[in-house]
C-alpha cells in the first residue's frame, strides 16, 4: 500500500512539475515577442523629418526616458500608461511646426493602416474601442 501510495504522488509531482516549466517556457517566449524595437529603431522612425543633430539628440533623450518609464511599469507588474499626448506634447517642443505637422499625418495615416497592431487584435474599431468577444 505504500508504494502504490508513493508511486502515485511521484507521478503527480513529475506532472505538476512538466505543466509547470511549460507555462515558464511560454512566458518567456511572450516577454520575447513584446520586446519593444531599440532606441536606435524607433529613431529610424523619424528619419524622413530631415532632422538637427540637436533634434535627434533631444529625440533621443525623449524616447529612452519613455522606455525606462514602460520598463520600470513591466518590472512592477503593471501596464504601461499609454500616455501619447505627454509624449507628442514632449515631441512637440522638439520638432518645428511643419515637421510635428507631417509627424501628425503619418502617425494617422500608420493608425488606419490595415497593419495597425490594435485593428489586428479587435482593439479598435471606427476610432472607438469595441468589445472582445470570449
Known sequence: MKKVFLLASM???????AQQRAQ????????EQRQRPS??????KFDAYQLT??????????????????????ERGER??????????????????????QYQQNREERMKSKNFSMRKKGGFKDGKQSKKQV
Open 11 to 17: 507521478v503527480m509531482v513529475i506532472t505538476v512539475s
Open 24 to 31: 515558464n517556457q511560454k512566458s518567456d517566449e511572450r516577454k
Open 39 to 44: 532606441v536606435d529603431d524607433q529613431l529610424k
Open 53 to 74: 543633430s540637436e533634434q535627434k539628440k533631444n529625440l533621443k533623450s525623449l524616447i529612452e526616458s519613455r522606455d525606462a518609464e514602460i520598463k520600470k511599469s513591466f
Open 80 to 101: 504601461p500608461k499609454r500616455n501619447m499626448n505627454d509624449f507628442d506634447a514632449k515631441l512637440e517642443k522638439i520638432l518645428d511646426k511643419d515637421q510635428y505637422k
